[in-house]
């Protein structure tokens, strides 16, 4: 049986080691990586494909595994060169350093000894050790990209809406099997999500049993610049295969936001009734900034879009489809 997914194992030209692993769709992956022509925007960096092995689909299908050899692009055209999302968020949060010596540098929740959780997150799982501390990690390209909104910015969510349709519109690229965009689109309208932020234990009040939290959030991942540092006053929680973090100061959610990495544990419509009551108790609408989709507290719709998201192939890839 053709395998649904490649598991893809990159490593550098430069010093021969492997920096990482990444899941792509069969569908989205190239027939033939072509030495010196094949390129891959790895979040926020250039890579341009030295070798593959194998370097055919007809080859990589047997196996559902092949390794590519990439160098770092120092230098290219601007007209070159492909960001791999349409929008990203104008600032991420401050970061602080960890000494993993000490574990008063790390937030105190007291998390169950036996919960523990995959290493990394997002779309490529360094190979690294294992984070001390249970901390989930998300590249900075994936900050605010599905987060909740007060329903009061309606007007700032559609204006930036129609300015992400017009980068996928316009300046979507499709090389060689490589989706990516020659524009992306900085969100800079909503500097706070929450309005009116509300009390992270009324979030801790909702959440399903079967959820279990981190002890904090960091930024990493190939091509992160803030591998070792947490974010400061960040949580996140794993609810079957959604990840749900963000920002509380002083007791109060300001940022709430998902990510699509995790286990299919609870059954979607416990997801559903989870971020349905977020949404009513806060009147906040659910938004996916890369997909373009906008969220009203609505049953039959959420669940349509947790069932597409987070259930048919989690954790998913970019892009969508």
Request: charge should be negative; charged fraction near 25%; proline fraction near 7%.
């Amino acid at each position: 049986m053709e395998p649904s997914h490649i598991q893809i194992t990159l490593v550098d030209a430069e010093t021969g080691n492997a920096f990482g692993e990444m899941d792509s769709p069969i569908g989205k992956m190239p027939e033939v990586f072509e030495p010196g022509e094949t390129t891959l925007n790895l979040q926020g960096a250039l890579w341009v494909v030295v070798k593959a092995e194998p370097s055919t689909a007809d080859e990589y299908k047997q196996t559902g595994k092949v390794t590519v050899t990439l160098e770092k692009v120092k230098r290219l055209p601007a007209r070159n060169i492909l960001y791999s999302l349409p929008t990203i968020c104008d600032t991420i949060p401050s970061v602080k350093s960890v000494n993993r010596e000490r574990t008063d540098a790390l937030p105190v929740v007291a998390v169950p000894a036996d919960q523990t959780q995959p290493d990394g997150a997002g779309y490529i799982r360094p190979k690294t050790a294992r984070p001390e501390g249970n901390i989930y990690r998300i590249h900075e390209d994936y900050w605010r990209q599905i987060e909740f909104a007060s329903l009061s910015y309606q007007d700032d969510i559609e204006a930036e809406m129609n300015e992400i349709a017009l980068v996928v519109r316009d300046h979507s690229d499709n090389k060689r099997g490589i989706m990516g965009f020659t524009k992306i689109h900085i969100r800079k309208r909503i500097c706070r999500p929450m309005a009116r932020p509300f009390q992270f234990d009324s979030l801790l009040s909702i959440m399903p049993e079967e959820s279990r939290q981190y002890i904090g959030i960091g930024f990493g991942g190939a091509g992160s610049m803030e591998a070792d540092g947490l974010i400061e006053n960040g949580f996140a929680f794993q609810v079957g295969p959604v990840t749900v973090f963000g920002l509380c100061d002083n007791g109060l959610v300001g940022t709430l936001c998902l990510h699509e990495y995790g286990e299919k544990s609870i059954p979607s419509r416990g997801v559903t009734v989870f971020l349905e009551r977020i949404m009513l108790a806060n009147n906040l609408a659910l938004i996916d900034w890369c997909r373009q989709v906008v969220l009203l507290p609505n049953a039959n719709a959420t669940q349509n879009y947790v069932e597409k998201v987070f259930y048919e192939n989690a954790p998913r890839r970019w892009p969508p489809g």
